[in-house]
T-cell receptor, first 114, second 112 residues
Framework: EAAVTQSPRNKVAVTGGKVTLSCNQT?????MYWYRQDTGHGLRLIHY???????EKGDIPDGYKASRPSQENFSLILELATPSQTSVYFC?????????????FGSGTRLTVL | GDSVTQKQGQVTLSEDDFLFINCTYS??????LLWYVQYLGQGPQLLLK?????NKGISRGFEATYDKGTTSFHLQKASVQESDSAVYFC???????????FGLGTRVSVFP
């Protein structure tokens, strides 16, 4: 069954440290996305990608980098983590169905920055 | 800019109650309107999609309806079950392959 897998499920990091969140999809979808979920803010788009080698800025890209080395893998990188980046992060792959795209989400990574 | 507003933060119901969640949107384009559901410990998953052409979508006992005049769309279910307890998000799909714009989510708790 097609799937989006995120790792790690939970991560505790220190302020100023580097954090890499990984995402792997077996859907063979070109488009992939990183969102963060916070109470009071819903789901907000950080970065997205149209395919291997491409990354685009979403609505809240500051403090984050993204990397798409292959069709299957899409990483989110926090070079200098801050406590404000404590959140639940979701990766998704996207497939066009009719007039719009359906996103398939992973189970999330809970990141705590101390 | 484009936006979607989902004001109901939490809804508490008993089994067999009627569920109604409303969202309003603002955009200059013709959006596709979607409802996602997120169960505890999982990522969101697509529940329903409504286009401006068909006005209505039905899935798993849920019905989504769109009203162009009031730029609103809502989700309803006639008789909820405890298994429907989840967070429900409305979302806009504006431009293909640029992600979705989500509402804040409504936490629905159904008690037996």
């Amino acid at each position: 069954e097609a799937a989006v897998t995120q790792s790690p499920r939970n991560k505790v990091a220190v302020t100023g440290g580097k954090v890499t969140l990984s995402c792997n999809q077996t859907n063979n979808h070109n488009n992939m996305y990183w969102y963060r979920q916070d109470t009071g803010h819903g789901l907000r788009l950080i970065h997205y990608s149209y395919g291997a080698g491409s990354t685009e800025k979403g609505d809240i890209p500051d403090g984050y980098k993204a990397s798409r080395p292959s069709q299957e893998n899409f990483s989110l990188i926090l070079e200098l983590a801050t406590p404000s980046q404590t959140s639940v992060y979701f990766c998704a792959s996207g497939a066009r169905t009719g007039s719009a795209e359906t996103l398939y989400f992973g189970s999330g990574t809970r990141l705590t920055v101390l | 800019g484009d936006s979607v507003t989902q004001k109901q933060g939490q809804v508490t119901l008993s089994e067999d109650d009627f569920l109604f969640i409303n969202c309003t949107y603002s955009t200059t384009t013709y959006p596709t309107l979607l409802w996602y559901v997120q169960y505890l410990g999982q990522g969101p998953q697509l529940l329903l999609k409504v286009t401006t052409a068909n006005n209505k979508g039905i899935s798993r006992g849920f019905e989504a309806t769109y009203d162009k005049g009031t730029t609103s769309f809502h989700l309803q279910k006639a008789s909820v079950q405890e298994s429907d307890s989840a967070v429900y998000f409305c979302a806009l799909a504006l431009n293909y392959a640029q992600g979705l714009t989500f509402g804040l989510g409504t936490r629905v708790s159904v008690f037996p």
